[in-house]
């Protein structure tokens, strides 16, 4: 689909590649908006959330998104 995630794959030291896949409920994706386009939400849009992180910024159509 448009926003599958995709598995962690670690291979080192000349053996087999390891596939890791992340558990669905540690998958945090927020859907985008916009306060002044209404179409802008039809487009079914979705950004990553990273609690994590901080001073990240999002530019979208002249406007800045802050984490």
Known sequence: GRFDVVPLIRKANGQDPEIFEYPPEIILE????????EW?????????ALPAVANMFLWVGGLE???
Request: neutral net charge; aromatic residues 24%; charged residues 30%.
């Open 30 to 37: 927020v859907p985008m908006e916009h306060p002044k386009y």
């Open 40 to 48: 802008f939400k039809e487009l079914d849009l979705k950004w990553y």
């Open 65 to 67: 998104f802050t984490a």
